[in-house]
């Protein structure tokens, strides 16, 4: 068995993130230097005067700022809860939207939308739509006896993603072709261009709230791995660990769809890459997946805004880099996922 160092893998991650930062902010139409970055948070800190031009300021902390920032969390969010869901059901190819999610929340959306309510609307409506979805595939899986309760929930998951989907569908044909359906279409793709300050603390508080769970209760995910029955010999109640588990997965999920439209591919690549890294205890496996989430939304999103004269959707563009990506490690890891 190949041996992993404890250290080497968080810190790979750590330093991915910290030039996905620097590159966030060095590049595009106002570029601001790594050294002018430093000095305007510590000016911001200390309450002092940076020396800098203030478009720079604004630049940094009411533009690129809150983006970069949105960035890190909902791809911290969706790899995290990736990472859970893999575990939780022994299935190396399951995503956060496993049980509606993603459908849910952008159900809600599209009807916000459609309704033509605020953006804090369509944001509520979003997220309640994510936790309802997951509900309902919750109570009928568990409703259904006999068989594999995880498979029974996954093959649950995806009827009622189904028929989410089919809801967007009819959303979308009832809207307005000019006005609502692009704006539907493009929400759908995922975009992180209408960020803004206030948005940050609506993504923190789910976000953290949700991680911290996950985080908590990390040790007790090794032995939900195991198939139910010897989980419950050692002591394990695989019930209620299991609705505290999928509940905080999909408490980040929804609050990430709400803000930045549905962004696929994260939650599915990123747990493999971290895996590699770290191997499959998940005390050191849901933190690392967790920055490398963060980093690889915050390139992406880079690249999203910096590659063409207009901005290209998110998920084109995790979609175009996440196939080839995951392929490559399906062929690396063929000879199991662990």
């Given at each position: 068995?190949?041996?992993?160092?404890?250290?080497?893998?968080?810190?790979?991650?750590?330093?991915?993130?910290?030039?996905?930062?620097?590159?966030?902010?060095?590049?595009?139409?106002?570029?601001?230097?790594?050294?002018?970055?430093?000095?305007?948070?510590?000016?911001?800190?200390?309450?002092?005067?940076?020396?800098?031009p203030?478009?720079?300021?604004?630049?940094?902390?009411?533009?690129?700022?809150p983006r970069?920032l949105?960035?890190?969390?909902?791809?911290?969010?969706?790899?995290?809860?990736?990472?859970?869901f893999q575990?939780?059901?022994?299935?190396?190819?399951?995503?956060?939207?496993?049980?509606?999610?993603?459908?849910?929340?952008?159900?809600?959306?599209?009807?916000?939308?459609?309704?033509?309510?605020?953006i804090?609307g369509i944001?509520?409506?979003s997220?309640?739509?994510?936790?309802?979805?997951?509900?309902?595939?919750?109570?009928?899986?568990?409703?259904?006896r006999?068989?594999?309760?995880?498979?029974?929930?996954?093959l649950?998951?995806?009827?009622?993603?189904?028929l989410?989907?089919?809801?967007?569908?009819l959303?979308?044909?009832?809207?307005?072709?000019?006005?609502q359906?692009?704006a539907m279409?493009?929400?759908?793709?995922?975009?992180?261009?209408?960020?803004?300050?206030?948005?940050?603390?609506?993504?923190?508080?789910?976000i953290?709230?949700?991680?911290?769970?996950?985080?908590?209760?990390?040790?007790?995910?090794?032995?939900?791995?195991?198939?139910?029955?010897?989980?419950?010999?050692?002591?394990v109640?695989?019930?209620?660990l299991?609705a505290?588990?999928?509940?905080?997965a999909?408490?980040?999920?929804?609050?990430?769809?709400?803000?930045?439209?549905?962004?696929?591919?994260?939650?599915?690549?990123?747990p493999h890459?971290?895996?590699?890294?770290v191997?499959?205890?998940?005390?050191?496996?849901?933190?690392?997946?967790?920055i490398?989430?963060g980093?690889?939304?915050?390139?992406?999103?880079?690249?999203?805004?910096?590659?063409?004269?207009?901005?290209?959707p998110l998920g084109?563009l995790?979609?175009?880099?996440?196939?080839?990506?995951?392929?490559a490690?399906?062929?690396?890891?063929?000879?199991?996922w662990?």
């Amino acid at each position: 068995m190949k041996h992993r160092s404890p250290l080497l893998g968080p810190a790979l991650a750590l330093a991915l993130l910290l030039a996905g930062i620097a590159l966030a902010f060095s590049l595009g139409r106002y570029p601001v230097p790594p050294g002018d970055l430093l000095r305007i948070l510590v000016a911001r800190l200390t309450n002092t005067p940076s020396g800098l031009p203030a478009a720079s300021e604004a630049v940094v902390l009411q533009i690129r700022g809150p983006r970069v920032l949105a960035a890190i969390l909902i791809g911290s969010a969706l790899a995290s809860a990736g990472t859970a869901f893999q575990g939780l059901f022994r299935n190396p190819l399951v995503s956060p939207d496993i049980l509606g999610a993603s459908s849910g929340a952008a159900l809600g959306a599209v009807i916000g939308i459609f309704f033509s309510l605020p953006i804090l609307g369509i944001e509520l409506l979003s997220f309640a739509g994510g936790l309802l979805a997951v509900g309902l595939v919750y109570v009928i899986g568990s409703g259904l006896r006999g068989g594999d309760t995880v498979l029974t929930m996954v093959l649950t998951g995806v009827v009622v993603g189904a028929l989410l989907g089919a809801g967007i569908g009819l959303i979308k044909y009832l809207a307005d072709p000019y006005n609502q359906l692009p704006a539907m279409t493009f929400w759908l793709l995922g975009s992180l261009a209408g960020i803004a300050p206030a948005d940050i603390l609506t993504l923190l508080v789910p976000i953290l709230g949700g991680t911290a769970v996950l985080l908590l209760l990390r040790w007790r995910m090794n032995v939900m791995s195991l198939p139910e029955e010897e989980a419950r010999a050692l002591g394990v109640a695989t019930g209620p660990l299991r609705a505290a588990i999928v509940a905080a997965a999909t408490l980040v999920t929804s609050a990430s769809v709400a803000a930045s439209g549905v962004v696929g591919w994260v939650g599915l690549v990123v747990p493999h890459l971290a895996r590699f890294l770290v191997g499959p205890s998940f005390p050191r496996l849901l933190p690392t997946a967790a920055i490398l989430g963060g980093a690889y939304l915050l390139l992406i999103d880079t690249v999203a805004r910096t590659a063409a004269s207009v901005e290209i959707p998110l998920g084109i563009l995790t979609a175009v880099i996440g196939t080839p990506f995951f392929i490559a490690l399906l062929a690396r890891m063929r000879g199991g996922w662990s």
